[in-house]
């Protein structure tokens, strides 16, 4: 027996050997030369709306081949670059860092090539104060990415839904219904009694994320990366807002990116949907062009406000890394987020490229020829920078979580609170 | 149960004549060695993608580990965390309760699906190659299709509700009807399976037995009771087991069903969330790779002792 034994273990000892032999075969790759032709991939989500802009660069830049690897979803996108960060391979040499998942890495700053050292400095006047400093280390010697887009904010409303229950329907009229969220709460109720049979807004979750991002300076940690959940009264607030407007019957209780709530948009079960700029396509594309002349967008209630928004950084694991950070400079100037914004409509980051006359004069047929560069222009510059910490995503599911165990009549608000600080205070242990 | 089968001591060979030298050296290190070369293959395939990971998962759940990578070694504390964690038990008992919501009607109905195709039926090979047809549609076009026929607004269940008057059921709201939701999905999908499995089982038993019953006035449903199923115990337990290591790792079907972009939460309240979610919302949504690591290694724990159980039960009453 022991015999046996021993042999089975040279064996299983040769195939593992064997097998680290293989390993290491596979791991030796086609390493360029810096100086030789590069192929530079940028791995993405959604859309960016570069191909363009990958041709002039390549144009400019002789011996350059860009090759954008997409993922569709954000939700398949984050758990993939994750396994590429940690696997240190497979990253590519840029990377599309959502301001979600910058807020986590701004802790690890040690897997990004610094921009600071590779002369990103003198650029800093060419974004909005508070975008440079979501990708910047709080020691303020690092910084991991540069800023694209921003999800400037405006309120979408179907202008049909509006003249059946008896609203205006001109965008300044609507824009000025609801100066602040509580106007918002009773122009909501007002649609509600005219039985129109939809519901005012699509899900809680986006107008909780809306009203908190208002309220500026932190959410869910300090500055110091405290978890503050349970004290801030910003987040009370923004939480008690939305509970009212559920208990209002406002919501459609649908959430957000599911087929029901893509289905809304053609079928009109709901009346408004608080959207970021990059929002515009996704309702363009789900109401189709049977609605062309219902959607239009006006201002958001309260002052100013981003959802999303995203960064470019170049992994530390880039073989070739000077050529990636001039790719990203190229891709985040001015006119390359004037470009991304005309191609897929990206609001861009950089005040100068707000403050161009291209973006300023945009227009969207589709929603009734709305001047969405003024509205989402002023919507970007009105925003009072919001610090967000470590788990700020996570700890947001947990509550727009809650949120939809209030609506699904499943939790009391207070019972739901309770709950999602309890998990908030779990998942930061 | 089963008897050695090998002769034992009579089995060694005499001795060979030892030819030359060179030849002899050869052939004895062909004779040790090559068996060994001749298994290597799954072993060395096993050691790469089995016993490694396996053994990764392992080291890793003992670390602090996240986004930056091994944060340092904290022993069983991922462990302890995880034996207090409310949310972990909930996927535990998610994953059971539609274990068996799922299991146990399966293999029954998969049982009298079988019987049926053992008849004498007309175009019994198109019936049984109809009931396989689930099987080999994917996944993820199953949960899609089920999760509109479940949906709460215009879904065709609850279409089918308001005809009797039932009123329409927020099946993603509670336990009992996304567990029915999902359960469903997965019967749907193995049933045929689990019956042409069966049926093959019940070709092997011979005639005589079923002839011999009917002499004896023995009714279909008696003959079925008291010589196919007894007959068929070792496709059952196979399938039994099967169905148990499937549904321990239950995961892309909850995941569609629940919708929007926290579905891996597995509804408000973690009402449908299984443990193979919760694994992967802790590793790669909030991070904790280590954490991660250690509720993969408790769904080995559960699906080894789950076995046990299983064979336990099989084997006593197989006296």
Known sequence: ???????????????????????????????????????LVVKTFSQFGYDALYKQYEASHPGVTIKEENIGKLGDYTPKLQQWMTAGSGAGDVVALEEGIISQYIAKPDKFVNLLAKGAD????DYLDWKWNQALTSDGKTLIGLGTDI???????????????????????????????DAYLATGKRFLTANTGAKFYDSSSGMYQNILMQQGDHTYYDKANT??????????????????????GLSANLDQYSPQWNAGFKKGTFATIACPSWMLATIQKQAGPENADKWDVAKVPGNGAVRGGSFLGVPKQSKHQDQAVELVKFLTSAKGQIGAFGAKGNFPSSPQAIDDPVVQGLTNAYFGNAPVGKIFG??????????LGPANVAIGDRFTNALLAVEQGKLQPAEAWAKAIDEARRLVK | MVTQQRPRAAA??????????????????????????????????????????????????????????????????????????????????????????????????????AALLNQQLRARLLLRMGVLLPIVTSVAAVGIVFSQIFDR???????????????????????????IAISTMVDWRWTGYNSLIYLAAMQSIPRELYEAATVDGASKIR??????????????????????????????????????????????????????????????????????????????????ILAVINFLITRRSSK
């Not at chain 1, 049909?160 to 100066?179: E, T």
């Not at chain 2, 090559?34 to 998962?57: E, H, K, N, Q, R």
């Not at chain 2, 008057?165 to 009807?177: E, F, L, M, Q, Y």
């Not at chain 2, 337990?237 to 099967?242: P, S």
């Open chain 1, 378 to 387: 002023a919507s970007a510059k009105a925003v009072k920078p919001v610090y």
């Open chain 1, 151 to 181: 999800g400037a904010q405006g309120m979408c409303y179907r202008k049909d839904l509006f003249q059946k229950a008896g609203l205006p329907v001109d965008r300044d009229q609507v824009g000025a219904l609801w100066p602040t969220w």
């Open chain 2, 153 to 179: 607004d215009a879904g065709m269940v609850n279409g089918l509700l308001h005809l009797v008057g039932v009123t329409p059921i927020d099946w993603r709201a509670d336990k009992w009807s996304s567990w």
């Open chain 1, 227 to 248: 978890f503050v959940a349970d004290s801030n009264p910003a987040v009370r607030s923004a939480y008690d807002q939305a509970v009212g407007m559920i208990q209002a």
């Open chain 2, 223 to 304: 003959q079925f009771r008291s010589i196919t199923v007894p007959m068929i115990r070792p496709a059952i337990v196979f399938t039994v087991i099967m169905s148990t290591i499937a549904g321990m790792q239950l995961f892309t079907e909850p995941l569609i069903f629940g919708q929007g972009t926290y579905a891996i939460s597995g509804g408000s309240l973690r009402q449908f969330q299984t443990v193979s979610m919760y694994m992967f919302e802790k590793a790669f949504r909030d991070a904790d790779l280590g954490y991660g690591s250690a509720i993969a290694w408790m769904i080995f724990l559960l699906i080894t």
């Open chain 2, 12 to 113: 060694k060979p005499p001795a060979p004549p030892r030819p030359r030298e060179r030849g002899s050296l050869l052939s004895r290190w062909d004779l040790k060695a090559s068996p060994y070369l001749y298994i290597a293959p799954f072993f060395l395939i096993f050691a790469v993608f089995g016993l490694f990971p396996l053994l990764y998962t392992a080291w890793v759940s003992l670390h602090n580990w996240d986004l930056g990578g091994d944060g340092g070694f904290i022993g069983l504390d991922n462990y302890a965390t995880l034996f207090g964690d409310p949310d972990f038990w909930n996927a535990v008992g998610n994953t059971l309760g539609m274990l068996v919501l799922a299991t146990v009607p399966q293999l029954l109905l998969a049982l009298v699906v």
């Open chain 1, 122 to 125: 003198s650029l800093k006047p």
């Open chain 1, 1 to 39: 027996m022991p015999a046996r034994l021993r042999r089975t273990l040279l064996a299983t000892a040769m195939a593992a050997t064997l097998a680290a032999a293989a390993a290491c075969g596979g791991a030796s790759d086609d390493q360029q030369s810096a100086s030789g032709p590069v192929t």
